[in-house]
């Protein structure tokens, strides 16, 4: 969901409109008639917005372009942040009307709270640049300012603890920031790369199963946060281990649940070998992106798909 029309990108929705709300009223609706839960993930597309999609001037960190997309942003002055900042409590209050259980704010991979993290994006000398306690203090603010006008909310980050791309930010660095982002956040959803090291964010098969769990461990360890950690975890029995060793305290996945959406259900009956497994091909998934979302896995038998697991 994107806070503010600087911000905007094909396919995402405006959080700060309030007639937006019944339609996504409708979405939280169909969750938790199956007693699930549903989280909402706010951004802001900074540097990968385009200004001739929005008519407006591109925003982000410094005058840095993203290499996917090649436009120049405009950097932000400190009144533009503050209005940044406003845009994801503003967006926040108006979005949750449509009763979901949580909030995400994403400072991992894409996005203009990424640019700002970022060794490689974010150039400004003032405080909000130059250390990674000013790179990191946009995120920090928004987390106060959310928490201070929603109590009750659980509110958490997505983060990226290493950004593949040279000369950005690594595990030590986004300890540094994960620390910073604990003290305010009820929780980090750990992940890696940004549209640059596509290959790390959306991992293929060559990437070994649970690649970052490592990592994410050290995190979980040295911040006492509470984590979710991802990164082609595929099947239940490394997801339940990551649980039982203490790893993580919840196991995200993405393609898995694309490739089987009936991955949760099978797990908990204990039956592990019925679940179609993601290949991490990247097909469909991520090569119909903004098309609609399929699986290679489920070519031929998505019609016959009954809905109720079976
Ligand atoms: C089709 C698709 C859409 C995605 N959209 C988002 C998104 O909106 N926000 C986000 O934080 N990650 C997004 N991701 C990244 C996933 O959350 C996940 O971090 C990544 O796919 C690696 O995890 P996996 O191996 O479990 O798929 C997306 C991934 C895919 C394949
Ligand atoms: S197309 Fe299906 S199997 Fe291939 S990576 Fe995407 S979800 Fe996994």
């Known amino acids: 969901?994107?806070?503010?029309?600087?911000?905007?990108?094909?396919?995402?929705?405006?959080?700060?409109?309030?007639?937006?709300?019944?339609?996504?009223?409708?979405?939280?609706?169909?969750?938790?008639?199956?007693?699930?839960?549903?989280?909402?993930?706010?951004?802001?597309?900074?540097?990968?917005?385009?200004?001739?999609?929005?008519?407006?001037?591109?925003?982000?960190?410094?005058?840095?372009?993203?290499?996917?997309?090649?436009?120049?942003?405009?950097?932000?002055?400190?009144?533009?942040?503050?209005?940044?900042?406003?845009?994801?409590?503003?967006?926040?209050?108006?979005?949750?009307?449509?009763?979901?259980?949580?909030?995400?704010?994403?400072?991992?991979h894409d996005g203009i709270l990424g640019q700002f993290v970022s060794l490689t994006k974010n150039k400004r000398t003032d405080e909000y640049g130059g250390s990674l306690e000013n790179n990191v203090r946009i995120v920090v603010e928004i987390l106060k300012a959310l928490r201070e006008r929603m109590d009750d909310v659980p509110i958490g980050v997505r983060l990226c603890i290493n950004r593949y791309v040279q000369g950005d930010y690594g595990v030590n660095e986004a300890l540094v920031y994960a620390k910073l982002i604990a003290a305010v956040a009820d929780y980090i959803s750990i992940d890696s790369g940004t549209w640059e090291s596509i290959d790390m964010l959306v991992p293929s098969m060559n990437v070994p199963q649970g690649f970052m769990l490592q990592d994410i461990a050290r995190i979980k360890k040295e911040t006492g946060a509470v984590i979710i950690g991802n990164g082609r975890i595929v099947w239940p029995a490394m997801a339940e281990q990551a649980l039982e060793d203490g790893t993580c305290d919840l196991v995200g996945m993405a393609r898995a649940l694309i490739a089987d959406p009936f991955w949760a259900k099978k797990a908990k009956a204990g039956k592990a070998d019925e679940i179609r497994g993601c290949l991490g091909c990247n097909q469909k998934c991520m090569g119909l992106l903004l098309q609609h979302l399929g699986c290679r896995q489920q070519e031929g038998d998505r019609q016959e798909c009954s809905g109720d697991g079976q």
Do not use: C
Not at 5 to 18: E, K, S
Not at 72 to 97: C, G, R
């Open 1 to 108: 969901m994107i806070t503010h029309p600087t911000g905007l990108y094909p396919g995402m929705h405006a959080g700060y409109v309030a007639g937006n709300v019944p339609k996504f009223k409708k979405i939280v609706d169909a969750v938790h008639k199956y007693d699930a839960k549903i989280f909402v993930q706010f951004s802001h597309m900074g540097n990968q917005t385009k200004s001739w999609e929005t008519s407006r001037p591109t925003w982000a960190s410094s005058n840095v372009p993203d290499l996917t997309v090649g436009e120049v942003p405009k950097a932000l002055t400190l009144e533009e942040i503050k209005e940044l900042e406003d845009s994801f409590v503003q967006s926040a209050v108006t979005t949750m009307q449509a009763g979901l259980d949580g909030l995400e704010i994403k400072v991992a």
